[in-house]
């Protein structure tokens, strides 16, 4: 296979590009969304979400290929287009800077195969890998890269089975950059945290000068959330899974102290987690201006991420501003055409959403 898959696997007509779909798998679903593209003018022609089987798929790993198969066919019904964009779950893709000589630059993707075994644990016959050049080392004047990689059987295995439902995929690409896509404006060159609360894991994301230059996972998310309020035995399923994640109460009307203290533990590790991640990348990353500015803005993405108290946990010790996610930020003429998203639903769907923004970059 080509490892060249985050751009195309093909090259469709660009009409097919009008059209594509965007897909997101994860362990409890399939996300997606396709759009209409009117002279430069987007509007949504199918959103949704197909609930996966327990035990279908597990932070990328495909554990039952027949039940799999069946949600593809599901989806297939609800799509206008044979054609998709898929995101491979953070956990099955690596990210990593590295830089090469000047005089390599006729050809990187030859150079950059001597780096993969350095940074990843994968050897370059397993590999498939994409790059984007970030810049130049100011000592060294080498071209500084950034690389992502991901497991050829991983691509290959979903091909397969995408293609059994009659679904073809054009291209596979990283989770944390389709995110930055979707939230992030085209050419804004900040320094960014995106924390984004998914069903069991929350992914945080480092964007710096513009790039998506590394990722941590945690394994708590909104089920730990939801299981948390509903032991308090104050609030019914139907409210914990709706009202709450719609951010329709403020902090003072919708805890008691007990409900609240149900969560605050969560919301102390993820504001941990947070600081770790900040002081992490700006260790890591001293040679750009991130160095001396400073994170711009957390911003928040995933259902439960308007959960009351969140954003006055997540900045504390961070002087940052905290903000919700735009997921349309990219999308032209948006806000006339998603009177029908709920907000709070709209900020689960930045991974499909980025996938049909990279189209167009």
């Known amino acids: 296979m080509n490892a060249n898959f985050f751009k195309k696997l093909f090259y469709p007509p660009a009409y097919l590009a009008l059209s594509v779909a965007g897909i997101e798998i994860s362990n409890e679903s399939i996300k997606y969304i396709e759009f209409f593209n009117k002279k430069g003018v987007f509007t949504i022609k199918n959103f949704g979400e197909i609930a996966l089987s327990q035990n279908t798929v597990k932070d990328g790993e495909i554990l039952n290929k027949d039940a799999l198969m069946r949600a593809f066919?599901?989806?297939?019904?609800?799509?206008?287009?044979?054609?998709?964009?898929?995101?491979i779950p953070e956990e099955k893709t690596y990210i990593f800077d590295t830089q090469i000589p000047e005089e390599a630059r006729g050809n990187i993707r030859e150079a950059l195969e001597f780096k993969i075994e350095e940074n990843v644990p994968l050897k370059l016959d397993e590999s498939s890998?994409?790059?984007?050049?970030?810049?130049?080392?100011?000592?060294?004047?080498?071209?500084?890269?950034?690389?992502?990689?991901?497991?050829?059987?991983?691509?290959?295995?979903?091909?397969?089975?995408?293609?059994?439902?009659?679904i073809y995929p054009i291209s596979f690409e990283v989770e944390s950059k389709m995110i930055a896509d979707s939230v992030i404006s085209k050419n804004d060159r900040g320094n960014y945290i995106i924390v984004n609360i998914k069903e069991d894991s929350t992914l945080l994301i480092a964007v710096v000068d513009g790039y998506v230059r590394t990722t941590s996972l945690i394994q708590v998310g909104e089920r730990v959330m939801r299981e948390n309020l509903l032991k308090t035995g104050l609030f019914s399923d139907e409210i914990v899974s709706g009202k709450f994640f719609e951010n329709d109460f403020s902090f003072e009307t919708t805890y008691t102290k007990e409900s609240y203290s149900s969560l605050v533990n969560i919301f102390s590790i993820l504001k941990d987690e947070v600081e770790k991640f900040n002081q992490y990348i700006i260790n890591k990353f001293p040679n750009t201006k991130l160095s001396e500015t400073k994170i711009d803005k957390i911003i928040l993405c995933g259902r439960s991420s308007t959960l009351p108290g969140l954003v006055k946990h997540v900045n504390q010790n961070i002087k940052?501003?905290?903000?919700?996610?735009?997921?349309?930020?990219?999308?032209l003429d948006h806000k006339k055409s998603i009177s029908n998203v709920k907000f709070h639903e709209s900020l689960a769907f930045a991974t499909p959403i980025g996938l049909i923004v990279s189209t167009y970059k």
């Open 320 to 331: 940052a501003e905290v903000v919700f996610a735009d997921v349309w930020t990219n999308i």
């Open 73 to 87: 066919f599901e989806l297939k019904k609800d799509i206008s287009s044979d054609f998709v964009k898929v995101s």
């Open 129 to 166: 890998f994409e790059y984007e050049i970030i810049g130049r080392d100011v000592s060294s004047k080498n071209i500084l890269l950034n690389v992502s990689v991901v497991p050829k059987r991983v691509v290959a295995l979903y091909t397969e089975i995408f293609n059994k439902a009659g």
